[in-house]
């Protein structure tokens, strides 16, 4: 028996604004059924990755997320830039043992982390 990856849950506050937010972060196609109650976003053709699905819950984001999603990027001050005037928060950079990032909030509040590529 084998798994798959089918898709990816965001819970939001408005499923159709913060699956819009990730559609333009990572150039995929937002469905053009995207509600405030339930939106998706396809898999790229060109990385077949999962299914980004975002269904409206009541309560607001409280606590630190458990999963994340961690990007690379070529150049990271100019995607920096891009992610902030999408809507993205800059929280802090870290660099450890050759090892740098920067992490990030959506406009939820759910964290994300930026690497060279």
């Known amino acids: 028996m084998s ?3 089918l898709g990816i849950s965001f819970d939001a ?3 159709a604004a913060l699956a819009g937010f ?3 972060v990572l150039a995929r196609d937002l469905g053009d ?3 405030e109650e339930f939106a998706s976003i396809a898999p790229s053709t060109g990385d077949g990755g999962p299914l980004l699905m975002f269904r409206r819950v009541p309560e607001g984001k ?3 997320n458990r999963v994340h999603f961690d ?3 070529d150049d990271v001050q ?3 830039r891009r992610l902030i005037a999408l809507g993205a928060r800059e929280l802090r950079s870290f660099g450890e043992n050759n ?5 990030f909030a959506d406009p939820e509040g759910n964290e994300f982390d930026l690497v060279p590529a």
């Open 78 to 80: 100019a995607e920096t």
């Open 3 to 5: 798994l798959e990856v």
């Open 62 to 64: 409280t606590v630190k």
């Open 71 to 73: 990007l690379k990027a």
């Open 22 to 24: 990730w559609s333009r």
């Open 33 to 35: 059924d995207a509600t």
């Open 99 to 103: 090892n740098q990032w920067v992490s």
């Open 13 to 15: 506050q408005n499923a």
